[in-house]
């Protein structure tokens, strides 16, 4: 069983920098894919971005490209997302999720290509 744990969330002014944490416990996260999406009040949740097993290969929405940056450590068990620029509209809960394909290398950015998801973590910006 995988277990997903989201930090970092808080109240932000806009144009400020805030970094998310997803850490894992139960089984490595080294051999999988993750992801990061939000959800909007009143809207559906969205990809923002996903790396492969290795962190070599990162995608990105088109409305976080430049400000956001993906990345994980393998050896921690911890995926990262670092946001600057911080815009009102980022205002959202922030899921990470683990991503189904075992040993790929592939950053998906469609829900149904993950199976687990951690409980999410508010982030607010202020204008």
């Known amino acids: 069983q995988v277990q997903l744990v989201e930090s970092g969330g808080r109240l932000v002014q806009a144009g400020d920098s805030l970094r998310l944490s997803c850490a894992a416990s139960g089984r490595t996260l080294s051999s999988y894919p993750m992801g990061w999406f939000r959800q909007a009040p009143g809207k559906e949740r969205e990809f923002v971005a996903a790396?492969?097993?290795?962190?070599?290969?990162?995608a990105y929405a088109d409305s976080v490209e430049a400000r956001f940056t993906v990345s994980r450590d393998n050896a921690k068990n911890v995926m990262y997302l670092q946001m600057n620029s911080l815009k009102p509209e980022d205002t959202a809960v922030y899921y990470c999720?683990?991503?189904?394909?075992?040993?790929?290398?592939?950053?998906?950015?469609?829900?149904?290509?993950?199976?687990?998801w951690g409980q999410g973590t508010q982030v607010t910006v202020s204008s």
């Open positions: 999720a683990r991503s189904r394909a075992w040993l790929s290398d592939r950053p998906y950015t469609s829900q149904h290509d993950y199976d687990y």
């Open positions: 790396t492969g097993r290795n962190g070599d290969n990162t």
